[in-house]
């Protein structure tokens, strides 16, 4: 993740440094409203404007990526480490892999959407912010609520890797070490079969400490916690990161387009 610690995000959005994503949400779509480019012919400070409210709003939503802007924004510089990686905080294989799960896997895309267009659409993305507010109480520790919400949105949208990760993760947490197993295990099966297939270490190692608990007697070596991930470059930079996910929400649209028209034709 970029160092963003020049602006002042909690401003931007005016909310309080402590803020829950409740506030967050609320403050979100009060700012949009207030300077959402549409609502303005367009002008172009106001479109500026909005680009920093949106990412405001991205980054200090998810609790993993605020965790990472406070640090850099409010330790002080002996405290502060100077390399904090957002690669640990990945599920997937990169933390490009999960912007595009979280973004993309099971969303409704508006046709002809941009990575751009579709945050700006946030507010009417209410699956993603499910999922954030799922997140956001699994980091506060309220992992029933947490659980709920985990569940809905699995419901909503089957096939997103992040949704079953985190899934697990509540019933692991609550004692389900069947139920959890159950979602890894689907987890790890949905990732081979993506292209290129994803390893999800994460998933590899939690699913056997899970089966640890759930089996006293079963021993295993949990090397998957120790191993140190490969490294697994899907973008190269930034900007190949955002024309990969232009690219995958194309592709999503015409096929859409392409079931709908055969459904014309029947």
């Known amino acids: ?18 803020g829950d994503f409740a506030q967050i949400k609320k403050a ?17 400070e106001k479109e500026e404007e909005f680009k920093l ?10 609790p993993d990526k605020r965790k990472i802007y406070d640090s850099k924004r409010f330790s002080a510089p002996e405290r502060c480490p100077e390399d904090f990686e957002e690669s640990e905080f990945s599920v997937m294989d ?12 099971g969303n409704d895309l508006p046709e002809d959407t941009t990575l751009a267009t579709l945050f700006r659409d946030l507010q009417r993305t209410e699956v ?19 659980n709920r919400l985990f569940k809905r ?4 949208s089957p096939r997103n890797i992040l949704y079953r990760y985190y899934l697990a ?31 999800l ?24 916690f120790d191993q140190k991930r490969e490294s697994s470059v899907f973008f190269d930079a930034e900007g190949d990161m955002v024309s990969e996910t232009n690219r995958a929400i194309k592709n999503i649209s015409r096929e859409r387009r392409k079931k709908e028209l055969e459904s014309e034709k029947e």
Request: charged share 25%; proline share 3%.
């Open 153 to 156: 949105v699995v419901n909503i």
């Open 201 to 224: 270490v994460k998933f590899h190692g939690e699913l056997d400490f899970v089966r640890q608990k759930k089996n006293p007697w079963w021993r295993t070596i949990l090397s998957c």
């Open 94 to 105: 990169s933390s490009a892999d999960d912007m595009l799960e979280e973004l993309i896997v």
């Open 169 to 199: 993760r509540t019933y692991a947490v609550l004692g389900d070490f069947s139920s959890a197993g159950a979602e890894y295990r689907f987890g790890i099966e949905l990732g081979e079969k993506r292209i290129p297939p994803q390893k």
């Open 1 to 18: 993740m970029k160092d963003y610690s020049q602006y002042d995000f909690y401003s931007i959005l005016a909310v309080e440094k402590d």
């Open 128 to 146: 993603f912010m499910s999922f954030r507010e799922g997140k956001n109480l699994y980091s506060a520790k309220y992992y029933s609520g947490a």
């Open 53 to 62: 409210v949106v990412l405001a709003f991205d980054i200090i939503s998810d």
């Open 28 to 44: 979100y779509y009060r700012r949009a409203k207030d300077c959402h480019p549409d609502l303005h012919g367009g002008a172009i």
